[in-house]
């Protein structure tokens, strides 16, 4: 794995538009790492999507089959590929928590101490993914305002729960608290980074999404499936996956740097530290 050499500092307060640089920095110092990691845990889980996928698109023309022993295929795709939206962000932060601990030197992180770290959390990081994503049902269903409201503000709650090692509760509470006075430029910088990982995606997959359109109206116009319906299937199914995988990158560490930043903002966290810092390199 590469040595950083220089690294990001992560405790600092930026704001909106530092923060989308810094969020495209840490990826690119750390690409490799981060490609590394996210592969091998959540790729599995991604390609076993891609691959039940890739069987409903081929027979998405033919309604009798989308309608009928198919129609399954698409709901545990979905199922699968949340796993490893889920998997992935795990994986990220767990990743973030070794860079802080190791001093920003990304060449002491290994897939066995990210593999360790991660299981070591998996339960209570679970266990607060689901709670929020209750919250959020529940708040959509109060006239969808609500939801939206409550999904901003527990947005950072995964991203503390790894840094500090909270409880599922207590890092709740720990999200609440940070967003507070903070909840617009919060919402700000979640939908352009939603919009660019957006563009990202489409930009690369377009083609490939033009060929399959193709596709299925030839299926639908021939109601015929051939190899070559359930090739291009295989293949866009499989190019989306990754494209997917690889783009998650962006939210996902864009929302850790605004956790730093709000943590910097109101508890000078990292100014405590580079003191702390000095203090000790005047005592050596």
Sequence with gaps: MNHQKQPLPL???????????????????NFK???????????PWYLASAILSSFFYSNIGNMAYVDGQFSW??????????????VAILSIYSY???????????SKISLSTVKSYMLQNLGSFIGAGLLITLIMIVGFFLLVLPGIYFGIALSVTLVALMIED???????????NLIKGNWWVTFGLILLLIIIQAI?????????????????????????????????SILFALVNAFVSLLAQMIPTVGIAMHYFSI?????????????????SEQTL
């Design 73 to 86: 295929l698409n709901l545990l795709s979905g199922f699968l590929s949340g796993v490893a939206t889920l």
């Design 96 to 106: 973030i928590r070794l860079y802080l601990e190791y001093g920003y030197d990304n």
């Design 200 to 232: 990202i995606v489409y930009a690369v997959i377009m083609p490939f999404g033009a060929l399959f359109g193709f596709s299925i109206f030839s299926i639908a116009q021939e109601q015929t499936v051939t190899n070559a319906h359930i090739a291009i």
């Design 263 to 279: 943590v910097e903002k109101k508890e000078g966290a990292g100014l405590r530290e580079q003191i702390e810092n000095m203090g």
């Design 166 to 176: 909270l409880g599922v509760g207590d890092a709740i509470s720990r999200s609440w």
């Design 33 to 43: 790492n981060l490609l590394k990691i996210i592969l091998f845990f959540a790729g």
């Design 11 to 29: 405790r600092k307060h930026r704001d909106l538009g530092d923060t989308i640089s810094a969020t495209f920095e840490f990826i690119r110092y």
